[in-house]
């Protein structure tokens, strides 16, 4: 076996995650946690995630260069060949590295790979991708039709703006932890630390970072002084409890979706003394909940179970809660720049059982809340399925439900609730609803 060095060991690691999920349906998230913990430089998990993200948004551009280029056709026996090919295309297009790192690395790496016969081919790519350059982008070239279609007609005067959104890299955005730090404090520490970040004057614990960074990097972050979240994220959190609103501390409240825990925790960090049950169908992903609670501090303040929340018979006490969240699963089309794979990976069908998972989420939950209780709902969707519509069909069928309208900070406004799209304010693309439960007459 060829010994490798960092740089040919960070372009096998990409090539090894494209080919998992551009040619046997993994997802991206996933198959990072894999590959990345392997890698001890922090700067070649940031290379490995930068190429991948690249390579995926640009996939169409580099698919249609392969046709024009290679006489014979890549087969099936050459997946892991594209996937490599995309990860050399990627470092000169999109990362613009230098040529001659970019094109040694990936070489070696053929090579390296068990592949020296074809490490000849990959250079006279590489070189030719050098000269040559690629087809123009066009971000619709990565979307499936029928998506694209639906996003189309939901959103006629902003599809390109979306579609362009979705295919550029989003800043960092942090949520500064008020039981630690204020935000302005915090700004300060990273200004120290040579990081720029600038605040929302919509989001009261948000800090934005431009640059791409390690969380590594971030001052305090191991000790809970800060987290990952965007903004759109953050702003949940204002929707179920604005700052002169409710709930109010000591109250019972129910997280339906909570993993990965950042909304929970947000919660908790502004008022620790909120009597939070988090619930999540995936113990897996629970366990990770558990993790990002105690970093910042708040576990203790929450009840975490493995359930469905659609069945409140396996899992509910018969307290009514003073306010719920439900972060429904959804399509996730709001943040494609973040998980480029989701328009390799999502089918029609998909969308309908989602929907339809959504609707027993509301059913299930509302009947857990006490009169006067106030739900939140929201999706990182951008479809009206998904959105508006599901909440007018809820009401029509809930005659105790009425809206609670939210201002326009929240986005544009759809239906009873309101819709953020991808990279307004240079935010994910998300969906709110606010509902409060009439008393009986």
């Not at 996933?30 to 930068?50: H, K, N, S, Y």
């Not at 800043?171 to 600038?198: E, F, K, M, S």
């Not at 975490?304 to 429904?328: H, M, N, S």
Request: aromatic share 6%; net charge negative.
């Amino acid at each position: 076996m060829t010994q490798t060095t960092h740089g040919t060991a960070s372009r096998l690691a990409a090539a090894r995650v494209l080919d998992a999920v551009l040619h046997r349906g993994r997802s991206l998230k996933g198959e990072f946690g894999t590959e990345l913990p392997q890698i001890a430089d922090p700067r070649d998990r940031a290379l490995v995630e930068a190429i991948c993200f690249a390579a995926l948004r640009n996939r169409a551009r580099y698919a249609a260069a392969l046709t024009a280029w290679v006489p014979k056709p890549l087969g099936r026996g050459d997946e892991a060949l594209r996937a490599l090919l995309y990860v050399g295309f990627a470092q000169l297009d999109a990362l613009k590295l230098p040529a001659h790192a970019a094109v040694d690395a990936t070489v070696e790496a053929a090579r390296a790979s068990g592949r020296a016969h074809q490490a000849g081919m990959v250079n006279a790519l590489l070189r030719r991708a050098q000269r040559e350059g690629f087809p123009p982008a066009d971000p619709a070239q990565v979307w499936p039709d029928w998506l694209l279609a639906e996003v189309r007609r939901d959103w006629p005067e902003h599809a390109d703006a979306i579609l362009d959104a979705s295919a550029a890299p989003a800043p960092l955005w942090l949520r500064v932890n008020r039981l630690n730090a204020t935000r302005d404090a915090y700004l300060l520490r990273l200004q120290d630390a040579g990081i720029a970040a600038t605040v929302h004057d919509a989001l009261p614990d948000a800090l934005r970072i431009e640059d791409s960074l390690a969380v590594t990097d971030l001052p305090g972050f191991e000790d809970g002084v800060a987290s990952v979240q965007d903004g759109a994220a953050q702003a949940v959190a204002d929707a179920l409890a604005p700052p002169a609103g409710s709930p109010a501390s000591g109250q019972r409240v129910l997280d339906a979706c909570v993993a990965p825990g950042g909304k929970a925790a947000h919660l908790l960090e502004r008022d620790p003394g909120l009597r939070l049950l988090a619930l999540d169908i995936d113990s897996r992903r629970l366990r990770r909940t558990a993790e990002t609670l105690r970093r910042v501090g708040v576990d203790a303040a929450v009840e975490l179970k493995a359930a469905d929340a659609a069945d409140p018979a396996a899992w509910w006490d018969g307290v009514l809660f003073d306010a719920a969240l439900i972060d429904a699963p959804c399509s996730a089309t709001g943040i494609v720049r973040r998980q480029p794979d989701i328009l390799l990976h999502r089918r029609p069908g998909d969308i309908d059982a989602l929907v339809a998972t959504q609707a027993r989420l509301l059913d299930a939950v509302w009947t857990t809340l006490a009169p006067g209780g106030l739900l939140v709902y929201a999706t990182c969707s951008i479809l009206r399925r998904e959105n508006a519509d599901q909440i007018d069909a809820f009401l029509a069928r809930t005659p105790d439900a009425s809206v609670e309208p939210l201002d326009e900070s929240f986005g544009h406004a759809a239906g009873a609730g309101r819709q953020r799209l991808p990279g307004e304010d240079g935010m994910d693309g998300f969906f709110y609803a606010r509902l409060r439960k009439l008393a009986p007459a």
